[in-house]
């Protein structure tokens, strides 16, 4: 008889999306100094990292409503986040490649969000095998096998 999988937290594509995300972020903002870094930086990295904690509090709640909850959670942290990265390239504080790569990524999660929310979580749309690009100088998600 063949077992049942069970989905995993790290089948989540906007969860991946997310985890990768947050790392390159904090790789940024770790490197800044003084002001920027407690007040921006700080923000920054608190928004993109929530982004990734209220998928993974949504995935570990049992009702549909509480679960949509912390989707819509995450979708606040993303628009955060976009305004964030907006006001760091303002003030010269990410180079306009780390800019890019922040705005594409941040672009990806509102549609597969809304997959998870909208959606049975393991449906083709918001899981994709695995097969998450990672973000560059940031280690892959750790398995969870």
């Known amino acids: ?42 923000q920054f990295a608190e928004a993109v990292d929530s982004i990734s904690a209220n ?12 679960k949509v909850k912390f989707y819509r959670y995450s979708q606040g942290s993303m628009l955060e986040s976009l305004d964030w990265n907006q006001k760091s ?16 990524e941040l672009q990806k999660l ?13 449906s083709p749309l918001a899981v994709d095998g695995g097969s998450q690009k990672s973000c560059p100088r940031v280690a892959a998600l750790p398995n969870s096998d």
């Open 55 to 66: 998928i993974a509090e949504g995935f570990g709640r049992y009702s549909k409503k509480d």
């Open 89 to 104: 390239k303002v003030r010269n504080l990410v180079s306009q490649t780390e800019y890019d790569f922040i705005f594409t």
């Open 1 to 42: 008889m063949e077992q049942k999988k069970f989905l995993k937290l790290s089948d989540i594509k906007c969860y991946r999306i997310a985890f990768h995300l947050s790392n390159y972020v904090w790789e940024l903002v770790i490197k800044w100094y003084g002001f920027a870094q407690r007040t921006i930086g700080c």
């Open 110 to 122: 509102p549609k597969a969000i809304s997959d998870v929310a909208q959606r049975r979580p393991w």
